[in-house]
């Protein structure tokens, strides 16, 4: 298989925002607090008539009551316990367990005869005015109404951390104070045309007078374009740093939650802080998870990411240019924002952060460098060349990767090699020996890996091959052939795309030759000189048949991630040519590589052989034996090998 080439935030001192609060949620905790109540005094009091209150009474079976103006409530004995109440009777002392008796209580009848009946049935009694009601709404009302608000605080602060039930609303930037943010443009590297943009912010932010003087104004909005990784949320914090203002930083996914309104609430808060915080910077990263393309949503009738970006739209609409405060937003999917963000008066400027080329990686290199301890042989000129299409992000990961490589080696100083590895693992996967393959396998992975190797050395305008492996790799890589470019490109012509498309097909090629059939190792191989194959005829216009024409899909707005675009722009007829064009291109590329191979059977299974007993093959013996042109040095060269 061919291996292609924040400091902690301190929150500001503003009040917090007026949450709207509904009484209809009072009416409801009133009603279940009533419930509750409801069924606590069902479950534990007893309400008896008048009558048999009497009747128990000359039974002997109260035990005590407490007479208030209105109402007669005390202890009875349940039933069983009749040995109690005659006990009593005898004269006995002995008082009732709590499992003898059960509460009740009765509406009071004016009665005269009342304390003497309770006096002859030796119930012991007291007189009770009506002020205990401030202990009924304490024990039935407020107490439960607590714990009620407790729990229900609870919940909205586990959806809701930066504050509870009543922040729901705040804005969950991070705000990073002034002298805090200690990243600056010399911590930028690669990217120079894009901090020469934003060097500009910087001066509004320092000398805004200078511009003020001549009417003019600084852009409301900056957005950073460009691939993930590519350092966009870095430079936004050096100008932070640079600026020495605060900077409030937030995703976009911060705005939407599940709540309707709250997403416009914190855009609406967000500005608030900026402004009275001004001069300041806003960033918001992700802005696509926020800005995706209005249009109607077919799940739901009402969507809270369309009114929070209305809002957001609002906003910057109306926030004074000279007041100090910058939006700064980035994004990986430009193609997807809605047209109104991008409007002048709005993010009206826009800069690209691309890949680095080589000299960009190398100065990205020496930046991440400082951390580590390097060895004195190492170039960090080679290494930026061996990282083609590399970001920032992936040269930052190779850098730890071979300093962790060295520590486990116990070197005292990171070398070239664990570099080299490092960068083995950023692209093809970590290495895996474990992954024992039986005698057959690893002949065909040999013989398949030498077949990119034969056909990349014999064609032109190819990367040249630094390195062919057998060791198993990554998730399903069993071997790979790795080629390095001498130079960045930008361009490419059609034989450039054919004979990449070759070099894909030498492995599958190499397989049929040697074993008369072949294997499923090929998959990606296809995969991809396919897709050179359709894009030449599709995209490039490179087909002598169907003419320099683009049969491409119509790019057309999205929402909601999907692509509202229609089927293909042409009929099945040119569909069908356009099938048959790929496979043509394919083929024609196959027959050319088995012709090449057979032509170079001997040097396959010398490499072949070689792999099968090293399993790396790189450096001055792969170049030697991969430029070998005459059968005599090919010969010489085997026999020195074998030796």
């Known amino acids: 298989m061919q291996v292609p080439k924040r400091t902690d935030p301190q929150r500001n001192g503003l009040s917090p925002k007026r949450v709207n609060f509904s009484i209809w949620y009072v009416l409801l905790a009133f009603l279940i607090m009533y419930g509750m109540q409801s069924m606590l005094v069902q479950q534990e009091v007893q309400v008896i008539p008048y009558s048999t209150f009497k009747s128990m009474l000359a039974n002997k079976q109260i035990h005590e009551v407490k007479v208030s103006p209105d109402r ?9 316990s009749a040995d109690i109440g005659a006990d009593r009777e005898s004269g006995g002392n002995k008082k009732s367990t709590a499992e003898g008796l059960q509460l009740f209580t009765t509406v009071r009848v004016e009665d005269p005869d009342l304390v003497k009946d309770l006096q002859a049935a030796a119930v012991q009694f007291e007189g009770k005015k009506n002020d205990d009601w401030w202990q009924s709404v304490m024990f039935y009302w407020l107490f439960p109404m607590l714990i009620l ?294 002949d065909i992975v040999a013989y398949h890996e030498a077949g990119h190797a034969v056909v990349a050395a014999s064609v032109t305008n190819v990367d040249p091959v630094h390195r062919v492996s057998i060791i198993p790799r990554g998730v399903a890589a069993l071997g790979y052939t790795l080629q390095l470019p001498t130079e960045d490109r930008y361009l490419m ?10 070099v894909l097909l030498g492995g599958r090629v190499a397989e049929e030759i040697i074993f008369n059939e072949v294997s499923t190792g090929a998959q990606n191989d296809l995969e991809r000189a396919t897709a050179i194959a359709r894009s030449m005829v599709t995209e490039y216009g490179m087909s002598e048949k169907l003419g320099p024409l683009s049969y491409a899909r119509e790019k057309r707005p999205i929402f909601l991630g999907i692509d509202t675009g229609s089927g293909n722009a042409y009929s099945e007829k040119i569909a069908a040519e356009i099938d048959l064009e790929v496979r043509e291109i394919v083929e024609s590329a196959y027959k050319t590589v088995r012709t090449l191979l057979v032509s170079k059977k001997a040097k396959l299974r010398i490499l072949a052989k070689l792999l099968l007993e090293k399993e790396v093959v790189e450096g001055d013996e792969l170049h030697d034996l991969l430029n070998a042109k005459k059968n005599g040095q090919s010969r010489r060269l085997r026999s020195r090998k074998t030796a």
């Open 72 to 80: 007669i409530m005390g202890e009875m004995f349940a039933e069983g």
């Open 493 to 502: 012509t059609k034989t450039e795309l054919l004979h990449r498309l070759q």
């Open 149 to 442: 608000f407790g729990i229900w605080g609870f919940v909205f602060r586990k959806i809701n951390p930066t504050g509870g039930m009543m922040s729901i609303g705040k804005s969950k930037a991070k705000v990073y104070v002034e002298g805090k943010t200690k990243t600056r443009f010399k911590d930028v590297a690669g990217i120079e045309e894009a901090v020469e943009e934003v060097e500009e912010v910087v001066d509004f932010l320092k000398s805004p007078e200078k511009f003020k003087n001549l009417g003019g104004q600084i852009p409301k909005g900056v957005l950073l374009v460009g691939p993930p990784g590519t350092g966009k949320t870095l430079l936004a914090k050096a100008v932070a740093g640079e600026a020495g203002v605060p900077f409030f930083s937030l995703s976009g996914a911060d705005f939407v939650e599940m709540f309707v309104g709250v997403g416009a609430a914190r855009v609406r808060d967000l500005f608030q802080q900026a402004g009275q915080q001004a001069p300041s910077i806003v960033f918001i990263d992700e802005l696509d998870a926020l800005g995706k393309a209005r249009g109607i949503n077919p799940l739901a009738g009402h969507d809270e990411r369309e009114q929070t970006l209305n809002q957001l739209l609002v906003e910057m609409d109306g926030f004074d240019p000279n007041l100090g405060v910058i939006i700064m937003a980035a994004t990986n999917r430009p193609e997807i924002l809605d047209l109104a963000l991008l409007r002048p008066g709005r993010f009206d400027r826009q800069i690209v952060v691309d890949r680095p080329d080589i000299n960009g990686r190398e100065a990205i290199l020496r930046v991440h460098a400082e951390k580590v301890k390097l060895g004195k042989r190492v170039a960090l000129r080679v290494v930026a060349a061996r990282t083609p299409g590399f970001v920032g992000a992936d040269l930052a990961n190779v850098v730890n990767e071979a300093a962790l490589l060295a520590a486990r080696a116990g070197k005292k100083a990171v070398a070239e090699k664990d570099l080299e590895e490092a960068i083995d693992r950023v692209v093809a996967g970590l290495e895996r020996k474990s992954r024992v393959l039986n005698s057959k396998e690893k």
